[in-house]
């Protein structure tokens, strides 16, 4: 099986082009497609002058988003190579050969396999997937002073990590492989989306077509995130975007009733008021 790559660039083609000089000569790339998500610096005319017969610039006409960005580069490596497995990549991401050979290795190796994960280093935190989002997670999310905590609902005890490889609900997003043919049956990634919730929603459909995700604990990556601090008005912006995510996941995806739904609901306007007040005393 071959494997290409994909990395989705919006406005940061430092990062973008410091991963391209890391694995541009690695074997175990067939291709690698970058797509330029209608980027307003000058990211496609630095970008263009890596392009041959290896790597691929493609340009989106607007601002994509994570999950239709991604999809632009899923669908020409589908149509256009004869790749059967993606690695799906943010250019902040910092993996070896070694340990991308390997991930290839076992995708190819296990039937059972359609998704894989490595663990992914951030910020000091380690991430090894983790379960479905539930009321109670999604409640808490919406709470002022309280979201911080809302993750450790879905964590896996580290005794359920005991093996090399780890069945998990989901899996982390910014790098992860998959088979193209998995992608091909559950239509790719939910382009109803802008950012945030894409994992969640890709194992979720992913579960509904019995397509397992697992975890590699063996292998690591590093997410190497911008520690830079947005303006309180961008993080509003930000915060905006990913609760509209939140609420397009509940509504198609956990299903939940009137009830909860709008509870859930409340508590986010409650939390914008709160973020808006502390943005303007």
């Known amino acids: 099986?071959?494997?290409?790559?994909?990395?989705?660039?919006y406005n940061d083609y430092e990062n973008t082009i410091k991963m391209l000089n890391q694995i541009k000569d690695y074997s175990c790339l067939n291709k690698i497609i970058v797509v330029d998500n209608c980027s307003t610096d000058d990211s496609v005319k630095k970008l263009a002058e890596y392009e041959n017969k290896k790597i691929v610039?493609?340009?989106?006409?607007?601002?994509?988003?994570?999950?239709a960005g991604n999809n632009l580069g899923?669908?020409?490596l589908e149509n256009e190579t004869s790749c059967e497995i993606a690695v799906?990549?943010?250019p902040d991401v910092l993996v070896?050969?070694?340990v991308l050979k390997e991930l290839i290795h076992v995708l190819r190796t296990n039937d059972d396999i359609s998704f894989l994960g490595p663990k992914i280093l951030e910020n000091g935190h380690i991430s090894k997937g983790w379960k479905f989002p539930t009321f109670l997670s999604e409640?808490?999310?919406?709470?002022?002073?309280?979201?911080?905590?809302s993750h450790k609902l879905l964590k896996y005890p580290e005794s359920y990590y005991q093996s090399k490889l780890v069945s998990v609900d989901v899996i982390h997003g910014c790098f992860f492989l998959a088979k193209l043919k998995a992608f091909k049956k559950i239509k790719y990634f939910d382009s109803h989306t802008f950012l945030y919730y894409e994992e969640n929603i890709i194992a979720q459909k992913a579960k509904e077509k019995k397509l397992k995700m697992y975890v590699d604990t063996s292998l690591s990556?590093?997410?190497?995130?911008?520690k830079s601090v947005d303006?309180?008005?961008?993080?509003i912006k930000k915060y905006k975007i990913l609760k509209n995510s939140q609420k397009y996941y509940m509504k198609n995806y956990m299903h939940l009733n009137f009830l909860g739904y709008g509870l859930i609901r409340l508590f986010y306007y409650i939390s914008v008021f709160f973020l808006y007040f502390t943005f303007w005393i």
């Open 1 to 9: 099986m071959k494997a290409g790559i994909i990395i989705l660039n």
């Open 57 to 67: 610039i493609l340009k989106a006409e607007k601002n994509l988003g994570y999950a």
């Open 74 to 76: 899923l669908k020409y």
């Open 88 to 90: 799906i990549s943010n």
């Open 96 to 98: 070896e050969e070694s």
């Open 139 to 149: 409640l808490i999310s919406n709470i002022n002073f309280f979201n911080r905590y």
């Open 221 to 226: 990556v590093t997410h190497a995130l911008s």
């Open 231 to 235: 303006k309180s008005l961008k993080k």
